[in-house]
């Protein structure tokens, strides 16, 4: 539970981290094109957390391996990659464009392992192993 509250709220910030990196002017002109970045975050942030939800990556029964994780972390990413392409399409008023969508789910994606690793360093892998 503390996994997926941290990473969804992580999520929130990746599109102003994409927009810092993709902008020459950063945010605000991210902001000025596209209009606040918060709302796109948010729903990134749902996109996410139901791509992960989706794969398993939040249940108490999984039995993790590395590269398990990995490939289920990286579908989950393709999966909000996919959807938010869709709703960009199906609603043009809440448009992330290409550059800061593949910016945004790959931040997300590396913010995922960097959480998922450094939780198995601090707590130890059992953790993620055990069975209710």
């Known amino acids: 539970m503390g996994i997926a509250i941290l990473e969804s709220a992580l999520f929130v910030l990746a599109p102003y981290l994409a927009a810092d990196i993709r902008f020459a002017h950063g945010v605000a002109e991210a902001q000025g094109q596209l209009g606040p970045l918060w709302i796109r975050g948010v729903y990134f942030s749902a996109a996410m957390f139901l791509g992960l939800l989706a794969t398993g ?4 029964r999984q039995r993790v391996t590395t590269a398990g ?4 972390l990286g579908l989950a990413a393709c999966e909000s990659f996919v959807a938010l392409a869709m709703i960009s399409y199906i609603l043009p008023a809440w448009i992330i464009g290409r ?8 931040i997300g994606f590396a913010t995922c392992i ?14 993620f192993k055990r069975h209710i």
């Open 57 to 60: 990556l939040y249940s108490a």
């Open 99 to 106: 550059g800061l969508l593949v910016l945004t789910v790959l």
């Open 114 to 127: 960097g959480i998922r690793l450094g939780a198995m360093k601090l707590l130890g892998a059992d953790v």
């Open 69 to 72: 994780i990995t490939a289920r």
